[in-house]
């Protein structure tokens, strides 16, 4: 006789061959988008299936930290933007001559193009002061929060849902406008769309920002390897220049 146990697992297996391509396929065709948004709203059963996947995330101690903003009104999105904008300058005062010039050529947000925003955060109290898989590890709740992103960015880009994160806030202030209380942290500002059409490679790749890294020069076998072999790898990878405009 089966125990409990045994009644609440269900066999597994790998998935049919269409069904694992249509799983890498949404992951190597995800883009973030920026300017490629449709006007049209997003139904509401569709973004209800969105939300629903980025809810089935993994989370530390099964304790979802997380929280979903959706802002849609104009006169919010465009509060919004000017925050962006302050930021952006800042961020492009640090530059100079072709850089600055490149960056600035940049588009790096949708936020009023794209008919939905979405402010995911983290509750950093959720669950107690005992958070199974937590106690040595204090930031695992934000870590569980971006694999709610990820579920919500791959599940609308198989919706054929554009999704772009944009980064360069002051998140204190992003976090008064919309009245975000101290113990939650935002993690994500997603600007989410229609798209008709996405880059083939990532944007700033196609636009010469950068260059994807090679797989195999990111693969250590056991333990991280020399120290001169890391730093010739972040000499010709990661520092590589960028390009002149």
């Known amino acids: 006789m089966l125990g409990a146990a045994h009644r609440d697992l269900t066999a597994v297996g790998p998935f049919s061959d269409a069904d694992k391509d249509a799983v890498y396929r949404a992951i190597h065709t995800r883009r973030d988008v920026r300017n490629e948004f449709l006007a049209d709203p997003i139904d509401t059963t569709l973004l209800d299936r969105l939300l629903a ?34 930021a952006n300058n800042e961020a492009a005062d640090r530059l100079e001559g072709d850089v600055k010039k490149k960056y600035r050529a940049l588009k790096l947000e949708g936020i009023l193009k794209a008919p939905l925003n979405i402010c995911i955060t983290c509750d950093r109290k959720r669950g107690g002061e005992f958070v199974l898989g937590r106690t040595h590890h204090p930031d695992m709740d934000i870590y569980s929060t971006v694999c709610a992103v990820q579920n919500f960015w791959l599940a609308a880009r198989a919706e054929g849902i554009g999704v772009g994160w944009v980064s360069i806030f002051d998140h204190r202030r992003l976090a008064a406008l919309l009245g975000i209380p101290d113990s939650v942290e935002i993690v994500a500002y997603l600007c989410v769309g229609h798209v008709s059409e996405l880059y083939r490679k990532p944007e700033l790749e196609t636009k010469g920002w950068r260059d994807r890294m090679p797989l195999d020069r990111l693969i250590f076998s056991e333990r991280w390897p020399e120290e001169s072999h890391v730093l010739r790898l972040y000499r010709e990878i990661a520092m590589k220049p960028v390009p002149p405009a």
């Open 53 to 86: 996947a980025a809810h089935a995330a993994p989370s530390v101690g099964l304790t979802q930290p997380w929280n979903f903003i959706l802002i849609r009104e104009e006169a919010n999105r465009r509060a919004v933007h000017r925050l962006f904008e302050e």
